[in-house]
């Protein structure tokens, strides 16, 4: 993010060091992390969205117990500024979101993660055969270890009826119908399907829907006061997306809540892994501390080759420990990242088409702020696997 200078000249060097003794400060005192990233952003972000024709970013981090700080720049659409209050929707961002739903439900005795989804959603799946299914589990579906082949979620127009049910049956298009690549619990790959399916389960255990489920279990309780999962959020509430060009592309929205529809902001977006670590370091929170852990931790235990927990993934190459989500939507970049050792979370989204050139360097810094602090109790462990009984029946 620094101003670039040739790799071998002394200006080089000097800026080198000058960036590895002002993040070495950064690290010492939560106060000082903060406004490192905060001059990051300011330096760097409003110079990158001119030049890729980005409308607009918002940004937002909180280090320790501290509340989120937010930052934005641009507007969020021609002649309305964005600001930190500006609701996005935020497609795969919901997941891990979603994640949390399933383990408030864990939690309350509703679900079990090691339950044969059969159980839940039934056999009526086109081009998926029964058996398959008694082989997959919540815990799979949360891991993208099921064996799912990657579907996009569809996205319709405000006007357009559809339904999950709709998606998973191929009437909004084939390209929607879940469809195994492999055998369930023998390698992971990510894919969306997985929570069209985990939704499907959910609704279908609780005979609720997943919005109002969300709401009530997550949502509220964790303080996400501009978060939703409407199926149609009204598109004055939101920034809208824009193609390479920096035009406005039309609203839309999706049945599929559980793996895109959340609308969100940056804030509720730190604020929601603020919940996570707390949960997960014993000191409160939504979730208990066992089930907490498990979204900061490989999964399914099984598989030691798996980078993904339950709601997150871990990205190769970084220098400390990190857990991750980002969003690709037409018009839409965005991302989360949970760094438990230094108690550090950072979330950014951009309303253009290039947004990951503005993202990436950002999550580079936090992750080079974060190795500086050092690792903590929360440093996520690979637990024995432990397999729960199914409820006897559904909850009325």
Request: hydrophobic letters at 40%; aromatic letters at 4%.
């Amino acid at each position: 993010m620094e101003r670039l200078t040739p790799a071998t000249s002394p200006e080089h060097d000097a800026a080198n060091a000058r960036q590895s003794l002002v993040n070495t400060i950064a690290a010492i005192h939560p106060q000082l992390v903060g406004w490192r990233i905060a001059d990051a952003l300011r330096r760097n972000v409003p110079s990158q969205l001119k030049a890729l024709r980005i409308p607009g970013a918002q940004f937002a981090w909180a280090i320790g117990d501290r509340p989120p700080r937010s930052w934005c720049a641009g507007d969020a659409s021609r002649g309305r500024p964005l600001s930190a209050a500006t609701r996005f929707r935020v497609a795969s961002l919901s997941k891990p979101l979603a994640a949390m739903v399933t383990l408030r439900l864990v939690d309350l005795g509703l679900l079990s993660l090691d339950e044969p989804v059969r159980n839940l959603i039934g056999d009526d799946l086109p081009g998926v055969l029964p058996g398959v299914l008694d082989r997959v589990t919540p815990r799979l579906l949360l891991c993208h270890a099921a064996g799912f082949a990657e579907r996009h979620a569809p996205h319709l127009v405000p006007d357009a009826g559809g339904t999950l049910e709709d998606a998973i049956h191929g009437r909004l298009g084939e390209q929607f119908i879940p469809s195994p690549e492999f055998e369930p619990g023998t390698a992971t790959k990510y894919a969306g399907t997985n929570y069209v399916l985990l939704q499907r389960a959910i609704e279908r255990r609780t005979g609720r829907g997943f919005g109002d489920l969300a709401a009530e279990l997550v949502l509220k309780p964790a303080g996400l006061p501009s978060s939703s999962f409407e199926p149609h959020a009204a598109a004055s509430l939101a920034g809208v997306e824009h193609d390479r060009e920096g035009k406005p592309m039309p609203h839309q929205w999706t049945p599929c809540q559980a793996s895109s529809g959340l609308t969100t902001t940056a804030s509720d977006l730190v604020q929601f892994g603020r919940e996570v670590l707390r949960s997960a370091g014993g000191r409160g929170g939504v979730l208990p501390q066992n089930l907490a852990r498990l979204m900061l931790s490989p999964q399914p235990a099984v598989l030691p080759s798996s980078t993904f927990t339950l709601g997150f993934s871990i990205p190769p190459r970084q220098n400390t420990l990190c857990l991750s989500q980002g969003s690709v939507r037409p018009g839409l970049r965005g991302v989360l990242r949970l760094f438990p050792g230094a108690n550090l979370v950072f979330a950014g989204l951009v309303n253009g088409e290039t947004g990951d050139e503005v993202l990436r360097p950002l999550c580079g810094l936090c992750s080079d702020i974060a190795s500086r602090i050092g690792p903590s109790a929360l440093t996520p462990h690979r637990p024995t696997p432990q397999r729960e009984a199914a409820p006897s029946s559904p909850p009325p």
